[in-house]
């Protein structure tokens, strides 16, 4: 396993007391609690900090971290055998194979507890996951690969592969949550399985942005077909459609395809909504050029029609 | 559409009691009442003593749940941290709304 310097994660001497210790751990997980920072690496760091302060604040714990003595971060280290006899419990140091630093002293409450203790619930998950938006359309089943904590039968901890396939049905959007009972980690002593929980969210698109049920795509027009009107086939999570533009559409303009966005877990369909924008071409030929200043001198400029006459009101 | 029986949707759709709400949040019933009450945390039906949740607030609940434990708020701390949570919540959906209207630069 490899060794943790709590005291550098807290930011504290060694010698700290146990209000100083508490102070910085407040400080540093209002700092990084995953449910309100937005800094990146928040969720691990805050993991880090609750581990440290989860030890030092408890004396017992404490003591028996000190006893390790100070050691480089991050350093590969078995505790020394008199140690893991003490607090190891069985013959020591083989107590503590497959037993990562973080379960170290976790066991400390465990031992003896989880034996006498009845019906302890098992761990549970919350797992953000991202599946795409052709996924949340035709739904998609998870190959998750947790690891859990678990408990023998003498309290010891280990830590073990925990993988769970989770089968998502058509429907979920961003911000989704689902609940799988007892998919967590194991109970113990007759406790109930703890329970999984999946926070939805879709990737980025090359097409389509979701919100909600509902999906925008772009859908650029000549000038001409947003002037005349037109038939153009639009991308769908289903296939392509043909929709029908109208004469006179504007840019920003929303087409909407009932039905035709992401389905809706208990039926039903959001919508597709085309969003139009008029394309002038870069550069235009002798032909065309002739042809746009026909339409100047027919229908006039911006001004002349009165597209900009809210300017002039406005100021 | 069916869906997987093992797999719940936390959605306005499911109906959670006091007592589901208690065992998967990790509150106290006293707790989940007082947010309740004070409006923290939303209520599908409040009946003195006694409520009903929509599923998708189990989330909120679990959330307060580790603020309490891991911030060491109390309960009139949860109050303003869920309520300024769920701003930024709506905030952020609002954002995600307008920016899908946007064309792809």
């Known amino acids: 396993m490899k060794y943790t310097d709590y ?68 350093e590969e280290f078995s505790p020394p055998p008199d140690w893991a006899r003490q607090h190891g419990g069985g013959d020591g140091q083989q107590a503590f194979d497959d037993v990562d630093f973080a379960d170290l002293f976790a066991r400390f409450g465990a031992r003896g507890g989880s034996r006498g203790r009845t019906g302890m619930p098992g761990q549970d998950f919350e797992v953000p996951v991202e599946i795409s938006i052709e996924d949340a359309f035709r739904g998609t089943t998870l190959d998750l690969q947790l ?22 049905a058509p429907g979920a959007v961003d911000g989704q949550r689902l609940r799988l009972p007892g998919k967590g980690g194991q109970g113990f002593n007759g406790g109930r399985a703890g329970d999984l929980y999946l926070d939805i969210s879709l990737k980025p698109h090359r097409l389509y942005r979701a919100t909600g049920h509902d999906l925008y795509v772009d859908l650029p027009l000549a000038p001409w077909e947003a002037a005349l009107g037109a038939s153009v086939e639009v991308p769908t999570p289903a296939g392509a459609v043909n929709l029908k533009v109208r004469a006179g559409t504007s840019s920003g303009q929303k087409l909407r395809l009932a039905g035709r966005g992401l389905p809706r877990p208990r039926g039903g369909a959001g919508d597709l909504f085309a969003v139009a924008q008029i394309v002038v071409p870069a550069e235009l030929s002798e032909r065309e050029r002739e042809l746009y200043e026909g339409l100047k001198a027919v229908s006039g400029g911006a001004s002349e029609s009165g597209m900009r006459k809210h300017f002039a009101e406005g100021a | 559409m069916t869906n997987d029986p093992e797999v719940l949707w936390l959605d306005e759709h499911r109906v959670v009691s006091l007592a589901e709400m208690v065992e998967v ?81």
């Open chain 1, 7 to 74: 005291y550098a994660v807290l930011g504290v001497e060694r010698g700290a007391s146990a209000d100083e210790i508490k102070k910085s751990y407040r400080r540093l997980a209002q700092k990084y609690h995953p449910d309100v920072s937005k800094e990146p690496g928040a969720e691990a760091r805050f993991k880090e900090i609750a581990e440290a302060y989860q030890t030092l604040k408890d004396p017992a714990k404490r003591a028996a971290y000190d006893e390790l003595g100070q050691r480089p971060q991050g």
């Open chain 1, 147 to 168: 690891s859990m904590t678990q408990y023998d039968e003498q309290g010891q901890v280990k830590r073990v592969p925990h993988p769970v396939k989770a089968r998502i």
């Open chain 2, 25 to 105: 949040s990790g509150l106290t019933q006293e707790e989940l009442l007082e947010l309740a009450h004070g409006g923290a945390i939303p209520v599908r039906e409040l009946r003195g003593a006694s409520c009903t949740f929509s599923a998708q607030v189990i989330t909120t609940a679990r959330t307060a749940c580790r603020l309490r434990d891991e911030l060491e708020l109390d309960m009139a701390g949860l109050g303003v941290a869920l309520r300024l949570l769920d701003r930024v919540r709506g905030l952020e959906e609002e954002i995600a709304r307008l920016r899908a209207l946007l064309p792809r630069s």
